[in-house]
């Protein structure tokens, strides 16, 4: 009998490549410049684009580490929680998240779908949250958890880095310029991590004081290749007043966006780079030619 490996598990939750689909739009014709979507969102129900490919390479090294457990962070509305609970049931991890704040009832439905793929929620206090990757904290929830493989808030690490940085190579057709909606900096990273040439990576900051990732990005790089790649930057101008705020003008972009290519947008990331992406073919910030990849995760 062959016990089926992690590595072979979670290949059969994620269908790859995923797609990538031209758009048509006059907004960008009008510029000479040409958008392909990379669509990550559609490579599995459970685990979406860069969750799947930020926890590939962890869940490895945890079983390779004899983990039976699981332990990240999140707020209650955090995507990368959902997915290490899909992960750790099918996988057979168990899972503890541990979240940012008060415990609220009913819980919100990404809260009640992590527990119903029998994650156990945990909350802390935000001062605690700001420190959970200080010793002191994480000794206090090993002792409470007993040993768990730990990964950070939003599973961006440097085994994430190598993760995610495989997306590129998924792409055959010739591109200048690649962007991405940024939260921790860990998709961003390992997007310009497996850039070629003159290629070069966007990411768009979806929260507020999002200069902290230029900062956040390099230490990822470092973990994961040892060296920083020039060809990233961050834009911190489209965050619409924070993480999951949104805006009027934000709401009619994912409305318009919806009627002209009958694609939903997720409001939190997705339609936050695409605005902004959007607002640069208009300000005229790409040559004409320019040809643009933009990932949806
Ligand atoms: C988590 C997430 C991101 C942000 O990825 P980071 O690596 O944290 O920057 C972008 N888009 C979607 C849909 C996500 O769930």
């Known amino acids: 009998m062959t016990v089926r490996s992690i590595a072979d598990r979670m290949a059969g939750l994620a269908e790859l490549p995923s797609p990538l689909v031209g758009l048509r739009d006059e907004r960008l014709e009008r510029r000479a410049v040409r958008l392909q979507l990379k669509r990550d969102d559609l490579i599995g129900p459970d685990l979406p684009g860069n969750k799947w490919r930020k926890l590939r390479y962890n869940l490895e090294s945890a079983e390779h580490r004899g983990f039976t457990r699981l332990l990240t962070f999140g707020g209650a509305y955090s995507n990368h929680i959902r997915a290490t609970a899909a992960a750790g049931h099918h996988l057979g991890f168990g899972t503890v998240g541990v979240i940012r704040g008060e415990e609220h009832r009913p819980l919100n439905d990404s809260l ?40 950070p808030e939003g599973g961006s690490n440097g085994l994430a880095v190598r993760g995610t940085a495989e997306l590129v190579g998924e792409i055959t057709t010739a591109f200048d310029i690649i962007c991405c909606a940024t939260g921790t900096g860990g998709t961003l990273a390992g997007i310009a991590a497996g850039l070629r040439g003159s290629q070069r990576a966007i990411g768009f900051a979806v929260l507020k004081g999002g200069e902290f990732l230029e900062h956040e990005v390099r230490r990822l790089q470092l973990e994961a290749l040892r060296e920083v790649t020039p060809n990233w930057t961050v834009d911190t101008a489209f965050h619409f007043g924070g993480y999951a705020k949104r805006q009027p003008a934000l709401d009619s972009f994912v409305e318009d966006f919806r009627d002209r290519h009958g694609i939903s947008l997720d409001p939190v990331y997705e339609a936050k780079m695409l605005y902004g992406l959007f607002a640069h073919v208009e300000a005229g910030s790409f040559r004409p030619g320019t040809r643009l990849v933009a990932v949806l995760s």
């Open 112 to 151: 009640a779908y992590a527990r119903a793929r029998g994650m156990t929620l945990t909350y802390v206090d935000r001062a605690t949250y700001r420190r959970k990757a200080e010793p002191d904290v994480l000794a206090e929830l090993v002792r409470e958890f007993r040993p768990c493989y730990v990964l």
